[in-house]
């Protein structure tokens, strides 16, 4: 009687372990077809998870309403939009950290990645006319050459630049020449916004510490 009892449950854990495994396999199948998602789309919908979580860090810092205690450069991305044209400004956002910033950390007249690490990428969804020359839609690097009076705001045609390690002014597309705007307050984590001006008519700027500079175009 043992044995046949012994029999039986061996039976049945060997039925219910397939019940199991082919309903696993199921369920992960439904589950695959309905999300479908990669391990590369995974990890993009992470990073943008972490990316909000860094802009509502970097914001509620220039607001004021947290002290900034991290110590690196967060990654942010801008989104912005005038006429027909989005502008996204992806860029690196350094903190103030009581460190002297302009002729100190950023230094007087050279070229500038306006940001940290990778240059800044500004890319622009449709046809753009930056200070008279035509930008085809495409992304780009912003480069900026700071002054005590006077900056230099560059439109260079390869993005992909760690600092300006590789910057050449052969691959320049535009330059504008701006004054700096004082600002009254401190803008604690380098910070981009793209403002509608017009219709057609809008500005890129660059606002830290207590500087704010803006590259006008107007879309096409």
């Known amino acids: 009687m043992k044995s046949l009892l012994a029999g039986w449950r061996l039976v049945l854990l060997i039925v219910f372990s397939t ?35 860094l802009v509502g860090y970097a914001d509620s810092v220039n607001r ?23 502008v996204t400004i992806n860029h690196g956002s350094p903190g103030v950290r009581g460190r ?8 007087y007249d050279q070229v500038w990645v306006s940001g940290s690490h990778w240059a800044t990428a500004v890319t622009f969804s449709n046809d753009v006319v930056v200070n008279g020359a035509d930008i085809p839609a495409g992304t780009y ?7 005590r009076e006077k900056w230099e705001l560059i439109i260079n045609e390869r993005y992909d630049q760690h600092l300006a390690e590789e910057y050449s002014q052969s691959e320049d597309l ?11 307050d ?13 219709p057609k ?3 890129i700027a660059l606002s830290w510490d207590k500087i704010r500079v803006e590259m006008p175009f107007e879309v096409k």
């Open 64 to 86: 004021g309403l947290r002290e900034d205690t991290e110590r690196g450069s967060a990654r942010l991305e801008v989104h912005g939009r005038v006429g027909n044209t989005t």
């Open 201 to 203: 008519h809008g500005v």
């Open 186 to 198: 401190t803008m604690q984590r380098l910070n981009y916004a793209v403002e509608e001006r017009g």
């Open 141 to 147: 690097a912003f480069f900026t050459i700071p002054g």
């Open 174 to 184: 535009v330059r504008v020449t701006v004054e700096p705007i004082p600002l009254e």
């Open 100 to 107: 002297v910033i302009w002729n100190g950390l950023v230094s």
């Open 19 to 53: 019940v199991i495994a082919c309903g696993g396999e199921r369920m992960q199948t439904d589950t695959d077809e309905e999300s479908a998602t990669t391990p590369a789309e995974e990890l993009s919908r992470l990073e943008k998870e972490h990316l909000t979580e």
